[in-house]
């Protein structure tokens, strides 16, 4: 913005726009909202999903003097979080913190935090967790992680959706099928300015394949509206 430097030293900081930029998926009129996009997910890919994200840009700008910024960033992906996971278990917002609130432990001592931990028989548990990551500035070097944890296990996802037996449109159990497309471009045409819901969450999830019940599979077929989950 034009600011004079002191000692005409050269400084890294982060870009207003860049955290406008990364806000925006999680905003609507300017108050963050629940990713509807990734309630068929699970609680622990859901968390694991948001604190990578943010963990990413955090990294990403770990030199910057201005790091601290970055607070605005994980305090809306942060109500975009619990409003998901809100959404997906249909409760409020103060019950998940009560369901998933935990201490963490970090360099920098004890910080709060979510946390979802999935018990496994004979080893030790699959823990996901939210928050513990310090926005001060950090120069010291470390070694990058290029094996970082993966969402997903190594069953095939659309697998495990289909044993979920849940129609990801309406929710509907009665006789769920997959629906594919051909590739992601198919889903928003040339000349068609509203993609139907269907073909949107498609899209946002960038996914080809759809676990949808008989009934709005059909409508699907037919180009009639689906319906949507109480």
Same mark, same amino acid.
């Given at each position: ?21 990364? %806000?925006?998926? %999680? ?6 909202? *629940?990713?509807?996009? *990734? ?127 849940? %129609? ?18 198919? =889903? ?21 394949? =759809?676990?949808?019940?008989?009934? %709005? ?9 689906? *319906?949507?989950?109480?």
């Amino acid at each position: 913005r034009g600011h004079r430097s002191i000692n005409a030293g050269i400084g890294l900081k982060v870009p207003v726009d860049a955290i406008a930029a990364k %806000c925006k998926p %999680c905003l609507h009129h300017g108050k963050p909202i *629940r990713r509807t996009e *990734r309630t068929v997910d699970t609680d622990f890919s859901i968390v694991t999903q948001f604190q990578a994200e943010f963990r990413g840009v955090a990294e990403y700008y770990r030199l910057a003097f201005n790091r601290h910024r970055l607070g605005r960033l994980k305090y809306v992906m942060e109500r975009s979080l619990t409003k998901t996971l809100a959404r997906k278990f249909r409760i409020r917002v103060p019950q998940v913190y009560r369901r998933y609130r935990a201490v963490l432990d970090t360099d920098r001592g004890p910080r709060r935090g979510l946390q979802v931990t999935v018990p496994r028989d004979g080893r030790p548990p699959l823990v996901a967790t939210w928050g513990g990551i310090s926005l001060a500035r950090d120069i010291t070097p470390r070694p990058l992680n290029d094996d970082p944890a993966r969402v997903w296990s190594h069953r095939s996802e659309v697998v495990q959706r289909l044993l979920a037996d849940v %129609c990801e449109l309406c929710g509907s159990g009665n006789q769920v099928e997959v629906h594919h497309v051909r590739a992601l471009k198919d =889903l928003n045409p040339q000349g068609r300015k509203h993609p139907p819901d269907w073909a949107a969450r498609m899209a946002a999830r960038r996914r080809k394949t =759809l676990v949808v019940c008989r009934a %709005c599979h059909e409508d699907i077929h037919a180009g009639r509206p689906t *319906r949507q989950s109480r």
